[in-house]
Each structure stands twice: as C-alpha cells, then as structure tokens.
C-alpha cells in the first residue's frame, strides 16, 4: 500500500486562518497589529525567494511587515546598529535576520545582537535554554512546523522511536527537543553515524534534515514508519536520476519547465512504497515553517504585551 501524504501546504492554510483570528483580537485589543521585522543582507536568490513568501504570507494574515533591504558591503557595525534600533522600537514584536550573511559578517554575533523576546527565529542561546527546559514562548519554526504537522494528522508519538539525521542548531537539536517534549524516545544521527541506514530502520519516525538531495532511500526507512523530509535541494538536468522521471511526476515537470527542480533528502519514489506517511518536497515541511513564523510573531507580540 502506497504512504499517505502529510500535506504541509494543506495544514498551513489552516493554521493561517487560526493566526488571522490572532491578529485580529490583537488588534482590537491593542489598537494596532503585530509587527515582524526582516533583515535581508545582499541579493542572495534563494534568501529572495525566502523573503518573499515570508512577506506574502504576512500581507495575507495581516501583519505588518517591515524589510530592511541591505547591501552586502554593508559592516557588522552598522548591521549590529539597525538590529539595536529594532530592539528598542516598541511596536516592533519580532526580528529575523535573513541566512546566511557575507563572509565579513559573524553571524553568531549577529543573532546574539537580537533580543531574546524579539526573536522570532528562536536563535538565541537564552531562547534555546527555553526550548530544552520548556519555558519558552517559542520554538525554531521548522520543528514547530513539524510537530503541528504531526499533530493534525493524528500521528502518535508518545512512546515512538524518533530519529533525527541532522544535528544543526537549526532544525535537528530542537526537533528532537521537541519529539522528547511528548515522549518520544530520541536519537539524533549525522554525517559520523556508523551504520547510519540499518540505525534508522529502527525508526517508528524518521526525520531527514542532512542537506543531502535523494540521500535517504528504501534501506532507511522501516516498513510502516512516518517520514519526514526536511531537505530543500535544488537539482537540474544533469544531476537527475533517471528513476525520478516517473508518468506525471512534479520532478520530470519542473526539470522539463523551469531547468531545474526541488529533492528533499529522502529519495521520493522510495519512500511512497516503504513508509506509511511522508511529506512531500515541495508542499510538506516547507508552507510550516513560514507559517509558524507567522504564529511564532504573534505569540511574540502576544506575550511582550502580557509583560507590559
């Protein structure tokens, strides 16, 4: 039997329309919207692309959105002094500094610049002490995209063995935080893992964020587990594999329209025949994670305003 889809794009959309019912009560009780403030240093295209959609959604939900569109000659100092000027406007709720900066720039330092109640990316070290400890107001949109993901397709999780392949700050660390969070028994694997296929056939939940495109294959993936791909590798022609090319398959199209098309780390013809759910690439993980920017900025707002 062929695995089930986990539409993120679907799940998204309902969750939209939760967050613009936020907005609203926000609204009307602070005479005003909240507002999320974007950072995007140089005309990196994939950053573009990013910061569009991020803007697109927030116009559709009805928060204010405010871009400030650098050079990338532009100096840490003056960039460190914009991100001061945000932290202290009080009717900015959150900031997101758009990755990855120029050389020149440390990116630690930069984000280490962002107030830890602004920010909306969940970066910051006192945020992600939050996250481990379950104090926080919020967590890395990727993860929580995920879990509320899981959450709306009824996906048990409670005594599952979770495996994470990836140990970025970004998405592995604290999607397992999270999974441990409800009770799922953790293990995180990565580029040093021995015998990294026949570890992750143990999983009940599969959860690939390697940067690797196709790198997870049927030998992964235990018969029945829930798959999900975090991966988001642009391929064209010359590196496409032959068994992509499949009757009506969206990877054929985009190859044949555009020149080039979206793989997720997991091999997407294998994983349909191996696993019981899956998410697509593109239209799983991807509409989560700017919506839950979105409700990650609202809870902000939210919570900034309780403290007043």
């Known amino acids: 039997m062929e695995a089930k889809c986990l539409s993120g794009k679907e799940t998204a ?4 329309q939760r967050i613009q019912q936020r907005v609203h009560s926000f609204a ?20 573009a692309v990013y ?8 116009s559709k939900i009805g928060i204010d959105f405010e871009l400030h569109t650098l050079p990338d000659t532009i100096s840490q100092k003056e960039l460190l002094e ?19 900066l120029p050389p020149h720039i440390d990116s630690n330092t930069v984000l280490l610049a962002i107030d830890p109640i602004k920010d909306v990316d969940c970066f910051h070290p006192e945020n992600i002490g939050r996250l481990w400890t379950k104090t926080g107001v ?25 495996i994470v392949i990836g140990r970025s700050n970004i998405v592995g660390k604290p999607m397992a935080a999270l999974l441990l969070h409800v009770n799922a028994t953790i293990t995180i694997a990565h580029s040093k893992t021995k015998n990294l296929s026949n570890l992750c056939r143990t999983a009940d939940i599969l959860v690939a964020a390697i940067g690797k495109p196709a790198f997870v294959t049927s030998d992964f993936i235990k018969p029945g587990a829930v798959v ?6 642009r391929i064209d022609s010359v590196d496409a594999d032959s068994c992509w090319f499949q009757p009506e398959s969206p990877i054929k199209d985009s190859l044949e329209q555009k020149g080039h098309a979206l793989i997720g780390d997991v091999h997407p013809n294998d994983v349909r025949s191996v696993a019981s759910w899956y998410t697509p690439v593109p239209g799983g993980v991807g509409p989560m994670t700017v919506a839950m920017l979105m409700e990650n900025t609202v809870s902000l707002a939210e919570y900034r305003n309780r403290r007043q």
């Open 28 to 47: 009307s009780r602070e005479n005003r919207v909240p507002k999320l403030a974007v950072i995007l240093v140089g005309d990196d295209p994939a950053s």
């Open 51 to 58: 910061v569009r959609s991020k803007h697109k959604l927030s």
């Open 228 to 233: 999900i791909d975090v991966g988001m590798n």
């Open 138 to 162: 919020i967590a890395p949109c990727t993860p929580a995209g995920i879990m509320e993901l899981l959450r709306s397709y009824n996906i048990p999780i409670e005594g599952k063995h979770a």
């Open 82 to 100: 914009i991100i001061r000027t945000l932290n202290d406007d009080s009717r900015c709720d959150a900031i997101l500094v758009q990755l990855p």
């Open 13 to 16: 959309k309902q969750l939209t």
